[in-house]
């Protein structure tokens, strides 16, 4: 059996969240149009002090309920300290509130992901695409969770996507890479390693992939009888000590 080498299974695949707009400054902090966020509460969550960031998100709320971005601040600070059922309530919520962001929904898709539910986080993941097309990480994760579901086809397509959009990134060149393996297109998977190596020859996930793609002498028919999936641990898809996928975002 051909047996790509695996590297450790991230548990969070990625957090993106767009902090472009302080809880205060947004048009939906209030139904009045006040501002609610103080400044230590977004300078807790951009110094990445997330118990303190959380306290203060939440004594915002318990004042003013209806901040759809408090909301999302606080299932984001949720999310970086381990608490998935909390981080996915307030992004409900935020979204019930009337926020409706690529980012929200990349995380919320992200969140579900976490959790296995792939039905909705490929709802979340595929609104996250909608509402924001031109942004990579949406359609590198859509595809992830694709892959994870066995729609291959809607994965390879999302992953093509993205690495369209992110030619430089060597994960997404990897990823399409092993998903082309996992289709029963040996051919595909070794031009695109062959390819990465040459943007990123210090990636070693692809150089290891592609020697042991090319040792193996396998045709196209014998790769579509072997269960080549993510659970095996037969693929590399990142270095050893990366934990995340998609790049994240502030």
């Not at 600070?77 to 409706?100: C, F, K, P, Q």
């Not at 190596?197 to 990636?203: F, G, H, K, M, S």
């Amino acid at each position: 059996m051909l047996r790509l080498i695996a590297a450790l299974q991230p548990n969070v695949l990625a957090i993106a969240l767009a902090l472009l707009l302080g809880c205060g400054s947004s048009n939906l902090a209030s139904a009045a149009g006040d501002e609610i966020c103080n400044l230590n509460a977004d300078q807790a969550l951009g110094l990445e002090n997330y118990p303190v960031a959380i306290a203060l998100h939440q004594q915002i709320l318990q004042a003013h309920n209806d901040n759809a971005l408090a909301h999302y601040h606080l299932g984001f600070a949720y999310s970086m300290t381990g608490r998935t059922s909390d981080e996915i309530n307030e992004y409900l919520s935020a979204v019930r509130l009337g926020l409706h962001e690529w980012d929200l929904f990349l995380n919320l898709g992200l969140a579900y992901l976490s959790q296995n539910g792939l039905p909705k986080a490929i709802q979340s993941l595929q609104t996250a695409v909608l509402l924001g097309p031109d942004h990579s990480e949406s359609h590198f994760n859509l595809a992830l969770a694709y892959e994870r579901n066995d729609q291959l086809s809607e994965a390879l397509r999302e992953i093509a996507t993205s690495v369209n959009l992110a030619p430089k990134d060597p994960a997404a060149h990897n990823t399409k890479a092993i998903i082309c393996v996992e289709t029963g297109n040996p051919t595909c998977a070794r031009d695109e390693w062959t390819y990465l190596l040459r943007i990123a020859p210090d990636y070693t996930p692809a150089r290891a992939n592609l020697a042991i793609l090319s040792r193996s002498h396998m045709t196209g028919a014998a790769l579509d009888s072997i269960s080549l999936g993510r659970e095996n641990g037969e693929f590399r898809r990142t270095d050893a000590d990366f934990s995340t996928l998609a790049m994240k975002r502030r």
